[in-house]
């Protein structure tokens, strides 16, 4: 099945509509999986001196310090273009408008009389936010973790980013990077970042959890050091870039095109969905791929997603909906007639662009939602980056004598029918005591062993027992025998 042609989705078996919606990136999982372990266990092993190399080895950057020195960072800004400036300055207040509003508010109540309840959030201390790198900088990403974590208040922010071979990044980074307060920036990339900051090395220190997108072996280093003892969490599996339009007959194909290559252009490994019922349309979204692809600057690296493509043509655009839920995109752009009605059944998607004035790159810059969504088909079971992921909950509870009293029989009850003895005692101790054996005091066992010397006086031969032993009474704690 050729990636160009049409695939006419109702004429597709079950299997066949599973490996039309394949991702290009998941076919060398094992090779994957064990070279990102082989990256993993050395830099958890050798530290710096393992970043080093896989640095020079991955980057071609020969460094003698991993962390970028902070002049670097504060003289960023003189090297911008003043357009550059004010449009990172733009981004930066709209998405921080955005992410304040998403500040939670602490929950106290009185659940029954005397029985205080309370949920509270507190800001993560330390993250890792992963930029990453090749063949073009991201600013952008920069202001979608930054923002967040700064909004969210956490301690230690810090930044890793691939350098050039010249040992160098982006001034854009590093611009982007200081107004969201980031001063720990260090020049490294890929698998071995990640494990640098789950497991710390020498210059580099363990992060509670790490953020940001990045290719398939960032992916699956992120997955394992998530599952490692001593590792870190994660946000989420945020892998290659991805986009699903669904469009009908009157979606402009020149807007779907634009959208499709806007993803395409990100990475070889990236890929572009369109779906829809009309194939007059798609034959013409198909045309103008091909027309704008070719004024790309970027169009070598956009020419080899576009293999991934797929166009799929559907019998209505309520199937458009299912196969889209099927795929569950990281992006999904719907140009339809009325697309707003099509939202509330549409349930796996990463971020969802609605109408045909609503490009992709919307989201991904300015206009306030959080660029870092899940790929891979994680939509199902993955949401889109907010500040509460840059935040813990847990929970406070206080209670009276009489709060205690209110609820402590169904505690005892709960726990009894658990067979947890324990849990019920601490209830009852508190409220009745305990019908435990007691140890006498010491006035007690003063005059017991005084009682005992004097009956062993008296008949030697039937008592032998040392005066050391102690002697315990049956009786309810609290009370005296």
Known sequence: ?????????????????IEALLRPAMKDSVMLRDTVTKILSRVRQNKDAAVFEYTKQFDGAELSNLRLDTAVIDEAESKLKAKVKTAIDKAYANIKTFHEAQLPQDIRIETSPGVICEQRHAALEKVGLYIPGGSAPLPSTVLMLGVSAQVAGCDLPILCTPPSPQGTIAPEICYAAKICGIQHIYLCGGAQAIA??????????????????????VTEAKQQVSQAVGGAAIDMPAGPSEVLVIADANADAGFVAADLLSQAEH???????LVSDDRALIAKVQQQVVLQLAQLSRRDIASKAVDNSRYILTESIQESVLVSNAYAPEHLIVQTDNARDLIESLKHAGSIFVGAYSPESAGDYASGTNHVLPTYGYARNYSSLGLLDFMRRYTVQELTREGLENIGDAIMDLADAEGLDAHRNAVKI???????????????????ATDSASKQAETPSENNASTDDRVYLDVPSGKQP
């Open 267 to 273: 990475g070889a490994d990236s890929q572009a969905v």
């Open 196 to 217: 640098a900051m789950a497991f710390g090395t020498e210059t580099i220190p363990k992060v509670d959890k790490i953020f940001g997108p990045g290719n398939s072996f």
């Open 430 to 448: 508190r409220l009745t005591g305990l019908d435990l054996p007691s140890v006498l005091t010491q006035s007690d066992e003063d005059n017991t």
């Open 1 to 17: 099945m050729s990636s160009q042609s049409i695939i006419e989705w109702g004429n597709l078996t079950e299997q066949q509509q």
